[in-house]
């Protein structure tokens, strides 16, 4: 069995007309071109004879793209593709291309579930996070408590408390007052 379903199949008409045998509806190139930017595969037959039309349509619908300014392919990669055609790379160019679009699909297919978790993903996070604290607390002398705020019945309410965060907050701004001038 199969992971990918089966291509959805196109037929051309003597006419030159495009038939979708799914949908049973006529469908344009651009039709085509949203089947496969959705994700399917499609083959493209001719009725009559049986040929397969598929390369030749789909890099029709390429060329009506790249002539519409919606380009894609630089200049030295078509170049570089009409050079293949009369060299003996020739055999090596489709290999290597499967295989680049197949890395870039895995590449944003990953970038994609790492979306969903930007900084969890991200290497050296939980370092950086630690240098943070690190600094923070040099800076701060030490005061600064990185835990979560303690319920409110749990909180001392002493005088203390109250003269000690205030000398807190004094040396906090006095802190800010020299990281300005410096």
């Known amino acids: 069995m ?17 038939y979708n045998t799914e949908s049973s509806d006529y469908v344009t190139l651009d039709d085509i071109a949203g089947f496969i930017r959705a994700g399917r595969d499609v083959k493209i037959v001719d009725l009559k004879s049986g040929d397969d039309l598929t390369r030749q349509y789909l890099l029709q619908i390429i060329a009506e793209h790249e002539g519409k300014g919606e380009s894609v392919l630089p200049i ?3 170049n570089d593709l009409v050079r293949s055609y009369t060299s003996e790379v020739q055999s090596v160019v489709p290999q290597f291309l499967a295989m680049s679009f197949e890395a870039l699909r895995e590449g944003q297919s990953k970038l994609m579930e790492n979306m ?8 050296g996070l939980e370092a950086l996070q630690a240098q943070q604290k690190a600094f923070l607390k040099a800076m701060t002398g030490g005061m600064v408590n990185w835990s979560a705020p303690a ?15 205030d ?10 007052a020299k990281l300005a001038r410096l």
């Open 167 to 176: 000398e807190i907050k004094q040396q906090l701004a006095e802190l800010q």
């Open 151 to 165: 319920p409110e019945e749990e909180r001392d309410q002493s005088p203390e408390r109250t003269d000690d965060l």
């Open 2 to 18: 199969s992971d990918k379903p089966e291509p959805l199949l196109i037929k051309r008409y003597a006419s030159r007309r495009l």
């Open 76 to 78: 030295a990669v078509l």
């Open 116 to 123: 969903a978790s930007p900084l969890a993903t991200v290497p």
